[in-house]
């Protein structure tokens, strides 16, 4: 006869081994070893092969009817909600945050704390070059796009 000290540790361990199965299953169900993508891929490859042919996606794209630009339904900003927070709550939005930490020789607008980046200039990480921003309508995308995507 088994001691109760030796009942504990196998019910112990016997709970412990279910739980792993169990948690294993899920993951394996959850995620699947092969991706979707590469599982279309697959069926794309088989189905061009059935028919005896090479597949050509150049040839598959140009059969795409391609239409004109979608027209212009009232663009709101404010449907997206609010346009950026103070994340850091110092008093600045977000944007400025990394305006101002990526730009050279910046500018603020008056009475502003230092908080909202009126110009400066982004040495672009990816050409090399020099990209002037001016706070506006017409503000690079170049800056917003190149600046905040180098957040570390």
């Not at 709101?76 to 909600?81: D, K, L, P, W």
């Amino acid at each position: 006869m088994k001691s109760k000290k030796e009942l504990k540790y196998i019910a112990a361990f016997t709970s412990q081994a279910t739980l792993i199965v169990l948690i294993a299953s899920f993951a394996l169900i959850s995620f699947p070893l092969v991706s979707p993508s590469s599982k279309y891929q697959i069926q794309i490859l088989e189905l061009a092969s059935a028919n005896g042919a090479e597949f050509d996606p150049i040839k598959a794209l140009e059969t795409l009817a391609v239409k004109g630009r979608a027209p212009k339904m009232g663009y709101s900003r404010s449907a997206f909600g609010p346009a950026w927070a103070d994340v850091d709550r110092n008093g600045c939005d977000t944007r400025n945050d990394i305006l101002k930490r990526d730009l050279t020789q910046v500018t603020f607008r008056a009475k502003t704390r230092d908080c909202v980046v009126e110009s400066g200039v982004l040495l672009d990480p990816f050409s090399g070059e020099s990209i002037n921003f001016q706070r506006g309508e017409k503000t690079s995308a170049l800056v917003s796009d190149r600046s905040c995507c180098c957040v570390i």
